[in-house]
C-alpha cells in the first residue's frame, strides 16, 4: 500500500515549485489563493500537505525539514492534519457516494472561514478535486474568493483534464504541475519495493499514466485480492462483469471509462478493420461521455461492453 497525500512524510519532485510557494506565504503581499493544476495522481495533494505542514509547524517542535522536504511525524500539526482535527484547517474533497462537492460544503467552510483563527496563525482551506464542484458550489466559492483576508489561505487542486470557472481561476495564482520522468520513476520504484512487487503490469498504463493512477489500480487489486500480475486489460473487465459486487466500489466508479477507453487504446490496431468491432466501439465511447456528464448507470455502460468482450 501507499500512504495517503495527508501522511506522505517526504516530498517527491516539484521542489522549485515548492519553493517558490514558501516564499509567496513569506511575502504577505503577495496571493494568498492558490490553484495547483496538472493531471491527477502527480503528487499536487501530497505538495499541499507539505506546504501546510511547513505553514502549520513553523512555531511548534519538529519543525519541517526544508532542505530534504521531509515532514517529522512527531510533529504536532502533522498528526493534527492526519486525524482531520487540526483546527485552523478546512478541508473539502468529493464526499462518499456523492457525485458533486455540494454547496453545504462551501457553507460550512464559509462559517471556519469567518470565524477567529486559533492561537492567531493562519488559517488554511484547502479544496480537493474542486472540479467536482457543481454550479451553486462553484459560484458560492467564487464570492468567497472575492474577500480579501490575508489570514485565510485557499488551495485549490485541479485535475487539469477537467474544467472549471475561469472566474475561479481568475481569482488564483495558477502553477501549472507536470512530473518529470526521474520523479515518476522515483515514485513507482517506492511503490515496488514497499510492495515487494517485481514490476509494474504495463497492460494497465500508458507513457501518460500518473504514479498516482498506477498506485490506486493496484492498491484497489489487492484490496479485492485480484490477481493483476499477469492479468490482461481484457481479463480484467470480464472479471469486473462477473463481480457484479465491484460496481459501486468508489474506484471502479471514478475509473471505469479509463479502463475501457484503455482497452480501445490497447485494441485498436488490431481491430481497426474489424467494422463490428467498431460499431460497438463508437456505440460505447457515446455512452462514456453520456455516463461522465450525467452519471449515468454504470451496469449498462459494462453490458455493452460485455457484447464487444465476447466477441474477442
Do not use: W
Not at 32 to 47: R, Y
Not at 225 to 249: A, R
Not at 269 to 295: M, T
Amino acid at each position: 500500500m501507499f500512504n495517503k497525500p495527508y501522511n506522505q512524510t517526504k516530498l517527491i519532485g516539484f521542489y522549485e515549485e515548492f519553493n517558490l510557494l514558501k516564499n509567496l506565504f513569506r511575502d504577505k503581499n503577495k496571493s494568498n489563493k492558490f490553484l495547483f493544476t496538472g493531471i491527477k495522481g502527480i503528487g499536487k495533494s501530497t505538495l499541499a500537505y507539505h506546504l501546510i505542514n511547513y505553514i502549520f509547524s513553523f512555531k511548534e517542535n519538529y519543525i519541517y525539514d526544508d532542505k530534504n522536504n521531509i515532514i517529522n511525524i512527531k510533529n504536532r500539526s502533522y498528526n493534527l492534519v492526519s486525524n482531520n482535527s487540526h483546527p485552523n484547517l478546512f478541508i473539502i474533497n468529493i464526499k462518499e457516494n456523492k457525485s458533486f462537492i455540494d454547496i453545504s460544503q462551501i457553507r460550512e467552510m464559509n462559517v471556519f472561514s469567518n470565524k477567529s483563527s486559533f492561537n492567531n496563525d493562519t488559517k488554511i482551506v484547502l479544496i480537493d478535486n474542486v472540479e467536482l464542484l457543481n454550479k451553486s458550489s462553484s459560484n458560492s466559492l467564487l464570492k468567497i474568493l472575492e474577500d480579501d483576508n490575508p489570514k485565510l489561505l485557499f488551495m485549490l487542486i485541479h485535475n487539469s483534464r477537467k474544467k472549471i470557472l475561469e472566474t475561479i481561476k481568475s481569482r488564483c495564482l495558477k502553477f501549472n504541475f507536470k512530473l518529470n520522468e526521474k520523479s515518476k520513476n522515483e515514485l513507482l520504484n517506492i511503490f515496488i519495493k514497499s510492495n515487494k512487487l517485481l514490476s509494474l503490469n504495463e497492460n494497465f498504463f500508458t507513457h501518460y499514466s500518473s504514479p498516482g493512477e498506477l498506485i490506486n489500480f493496484y492498491n484497489f487489486c489487492i484490496n479485492n485480492k485480484i490477481n493483476y500480475t499477469n492479468c490482461s486489460i481484457e481479463l480484467f473487465l470480464k472479471n469486473l462483469l462477473n463481480n457484479k459486487t465491484l460496481f459501486n466500489d468508489p474506484y471502479i466508479k471514478d475509473n471505469i471509462s479509463n479502463f475501457i477507453e484503455l482497452y480501445f487504446y490497447k485494441n485498436f490496431l488490431k481491430n481497426k478493420n474489424n467494422s463490428k468491432f467498431n460499431d460497438l466501439r463508437n456505440v460505447i465511447i457515446r455512452k462514456i461521455n453520456l455516463f461522465k456528464k450525467f452519471n449515468l448507470d454504470i451496469e449498462s455502460l459494462l453490458l455493452d461492453l460485455n457484447n464487444v468482450l465476447v466477441n474477442e
